[in-house]
T-cell receptor
């Protein structure tokens, strides 16, 4: 069964304290791995797509990497405005479904 | 640029009542999706429409029906609401069946 697991469930960081969020997946025929950011009361907002192991994408303080079994979202010197829930999703096989993890709730303390 | 628009934003229903959630996108996307989000469960796909004129069941379709009215609009109907359908519902669209999803702001439904 296709599965996506995110860890940790929650993370509190001091402003400037770098860390990483993990997304591990067990799917057959990965077509893409996606990272989203979700603010309270809002819909998820697309951040990155990764297609193959070894690929990396960067945007401001965020960097996403992909291996054959997991993806990391690295946050460098976070700011309070980076506080949000970060969701990982995979698309696999021949279907049109995206499988979402339950997210990591990030809080950055000033 | 409105993106994906959902209505209503909030709704309270009694068990057994019916209602329709409306979704419209103005990005000329081919594919549209309905998800529900529950605490600890993540986003789960209810139905999707890969292109105009087609609809398919997702992970949790029971108790729901959908209509792809045209390329822009995709509605979700609850025929007889149950408390288990209390959730936040998100509509999303994508240019192709593969690719990033663009989400609406959500519709918060409570079934008493």
């Amino acid at each position: 069964e296709d599965q996506v697991t995110q860890s940790p469930e929650a993370l509190r960081l001091q402003e400037g304290e770098s860390s990483s969020l993990n997304c591990s997946y067990t799917v057959s025929g990965l077509r893409g791995l996606f990272w989203y950011r979700q603010d309270p009361g809002k819909g998820p907002e697309f951040l990155f797509t990764l297609y193959s192991a070894g690929e990396e994408k960067e945007k401001e303080r965020l960097k996403a990497t992909l291996t054959k079994k997991e993806s990391f979202l690295h946050i460098t010197a976070p700011k309070p405005e980076d506080s949000a829930t970060y969701l990982c999703a995979v698309q696999a096989g021949t279907g049109n479904q995206f499988y979402f993890g339950t997210g990591t709730s990030l809080t950055v303390i000033p | 640029n409105a993106g994906v628009t959902q209505t209503p934003k909030f709704q309270v229903l009694k068990t057994g009542q019916s209602m329709t959630l409306q979704c419209a996108q103005d990005m000329n996307h081919n594919s549209m999706y309905w998800y529900r989000q529950d605490p600890g469960m993540g986003l789960r796909l209810i139905y999707y429409s890969a292109s105009e004129g087609t609809t398919d069941k997702g992970e949790v379709p029971n108790g729901y029906n959908v209509s792809r009215l045209n390329k822009r609009e995709f509605s979700l109907r609850l025929e007889s609401a149950a408390p288990s359908q209390t959730s936040v519902y998100f509509c999303a669209s994508s240019r192709l069946a593969s690719g990033e999803l663009f989400f609406g702001e959500g519709s918060r439904l409570t079934v008493l």
